[in-house]
């Protein structure tokens, strides 16, 4: 059987969870400068080996902000098989970035999942499990994380440099994980827009963990959006993701 494709900047949400402990996982968040990127339409190609077979496709985000409001709207369609996968966050716009309220995830064959940010309560909760967090300021989901990340880094200067690292608390559809991006430079990047220089930076997992790692380049010379995306499992597996085009 096929393991699911999993467009990490897509959706962020394929990443198996990993075992941490509630006082862990509910620090409160550092507050960073942020600077949130235009509006726009993306559109990625995708290259994927999954349980060992080829597989390719193609993505599309949609980022809109206005009025104090954010939504993000994800694609993901996978060849011969159609669509494998919609995802959406939606909320507002905080002292620390983006504040999720809603992350809603639709799978293929599966029934959509709901992560609740109950800014009232300040409580997170999950429509497939019946864990529960205190919101403190600064949690992401696996959609708005990336887009957090990027405003971080359009603000950061010259501190989002080589050897830094970046931390946040990223719900997905069950539970919820502290994540660290660290910084590992610029790189050259062929796309079909052209060769672009881009800050990679890697999430990768705890050294005990299964878990995915999750690289992004980053280009500054185009609002700091994602022009490659690369998830490696540890039996060789991978998805690749490159930006196509840009529509603002």
């Known amino acids: 059987m096929l393991k699911p494709i999993s467009v990490c900047f897509v959706t962020l949400a394929f990443f198996a969870s ?92 599966k029934p959509a999942t709901t992560t609740s940010f109950e800014r009232d309560s300040k409580t997170l909760r999950f429509s497939a499990s019946t864990e529960t967090y205190v919101l403190k300021g600064g949690e992401q989901d696996r959609t708005s994380a990336s887009w957090q990340l990027i405003a971080i880094a359009r603000a950061a200067g010259d501190a989002f440099k080589a050897g830094s690292e970046w931390k946040m608390l990223v719900a997905g559809r069950r ?34 963990s299964k878990d995915q790692q999750l690289d992004l380049w980053l280009a500054p010379s185009l609002e700091w959006y994602p022009v490659r995306l690369k998830f490696s499992d540890a039996d060789g597996d991978f998805v690749d993701q490159v930006l196509e085009s840009v529509k603002k």
């Open 175 to 208: 539970d919820a994980d502290p994540w660290t991006f660290k910084v590992l430079g610029p790189e050259n990047i062929k796309t079909p827009m052209g060769d672009m220089v881009a800050i990679h930076v890697s999430k990768a997992p705890p050294a005990d």
């Open 18 to 109: 990993c075992q941490t402990s509630f006082a862990q996982a509910n620090e409160a968040a550092t507050r960073q400068a942020y600077k949130l990127a235009p509006n726009a339409e993306l559109q990625y190609s995708i290259k994927a080996k999954q349980s060992g077979l080829p597989l390719s496709g193609s993505a599309s985000v949609k980022w809109h902000v206005a009025d104090q409001k954010y939504s993000i709207v994800t694609e993901t369609h996978a060849m011969l098989v159609g669509k494998i996968l919609d995802a959406s966050s939606h909320g507002s716009i905080d002292d620390y970035g983006l504040a999720p309220d809603k992350f809603v995830e639709k799978r293929f064959r």
